[in-house]
């Protein structure tokens, strides 16, 4: 697939990144606000960041801020779901149009369809989402995952009922072939991790003889055929963090997520797999993702100082935040 083009503010001008980062600490003591960043995002928002971490390490630290306001940089499911933990305080994002492929390939009123689609055929199953999916969503669920938590999620559903899994086919067949139970698979997959060149993947191997591959479970098969360790962002860390020879990983997910790697694990070396855009079958730094890159300092500090974009409460919110309670907290 190729990557669309995602309009970027090109108004910004050039600020010396020290300065920002004074300005927003002292933002943030001014406005009562605490910063998550998402491992996706670049290094220098993580390190003014106070939590750091992936979707469901995030989704709790956001239970435990105990300020009024929480900036949230990363995309705007993710502004939701913290949101949906915390009604009563305020949810600043610094890009409203940082979105998700993955959210985006699985509207409501589409899955809600299917659902009594299936229903009509006598079909008795429950509905798994990947957290990377909208609050309305999330409130037609049964339960939310993470690739963190996945697999003990899956293995919670009784065994009498089918699965239906969103809106990432690639983590449901890797889910299916780790816990043994079939699934409806909806069709939606990863803009970043799709992308992952297999030709170059090997190549990069041959080029740095005793290399392991780490890979994301949102990758294609042909990607994790070949990959020594498969996990989501934070059991990654986790281990290389318990390897302590220095070694080269060929790192098969968002580039930004090297950051966390050699700030958790500065004895090994990280490579970029690179990406290849269907459409060219040209080699590309697809590895970035235009979602996770319109957060910037600049706007990280606008948005402290304007209290602007806010995710608002939504009826259905409620019916998200239960399904997100029994999945992400118990």
Not at 19 to 26: K, N, R, T, W
Request: charged content about 25%; some cysteine.
């Amino acid at each position: 697939m190729s990557l669309p083009v995602i309009p970027t503010d090109d108004t910004e001008v050039y600020e010396d990144p020290l300065d920002l980062m004074d300005e927003i600490d002292e933002l943030k003591k001014e406005k009562d606000a605490t910063i998550l960043a998402h491992f996706y995002v670049d290094g220098e928002i993580q390190d003014i960041a106070d939590f750091t971490g992936d979707s469901l390490k995030l989704a709790r630290d956001a239970t435990q801020v105990t300020t009024s306001t929480i900036v949230f940089s990363g995309v705007h499911f993710m502004g939701e779901s913290a949101k949906i933990m915390n009604p009563d305080k305020r949810i600043l994002i610094p890009d409203m149009q940082a979105g998700c492929s993955l959210a985006e390939s699985c509207p409501a009123d589409q899955l809600g369809a299917f659902q009594e689609q299936l229903r009509a055929e006598g079909r008795v199953f429950d509905t798994v989402a990947y957290i990377n999916t909208s609050a309305a969503v999330k409130s037609l669920c049964d339960w939310i995952v993470t690739s963190g938590n996945a697999r003990e999620i899956i293995e919670r559903v009784p065994a009498d009922r089918d699965i239906l899994f969103v809106p990432d086919q690639h983590l449901g067949r890797y889910l299916m072939e780790v816990t043994g139970r079939k699934m409806i698979l909806w069709p939606g997959s990863c803009m970043v991790h799709e992308v992952f060149s297999i030709q170059d993947l090997i190549r990069a191997k041959r080029n740095n003889p005793g290399s392991k591959v780490i890979a994301h479970p949102e990758c294609p098969q042909n990607i994790l055929e070949i990959t020594d360790f498969i996990g989501g962002t934070e059991r990654m860390r986790q281990h290389v963090m318990g390897i302590d020879e220095p070694t080269t990983f060929l790192v098969a997910t968002e580039s930004a997520m090297i950051h966390a790697f050699q700030k958790s694990a500065p004895q090994h070396n990280f490579v970029p797999v690179p990406g290849i855009m269907a459409s060219t079958g040209e080699t590309c730094a697809c590895n970035r993702c235009p979602h996770m890159a319109r957060n910037t300092l600049q706007k990280v500090r606008n948005c402290l100082r304007d209290e602007s974009p806010e995710i608002e409460w939504r009826d259905y919110f409620q019916q998200a935040r239960d399904v997100l309670d029994k999945s992400l907290l118990q």
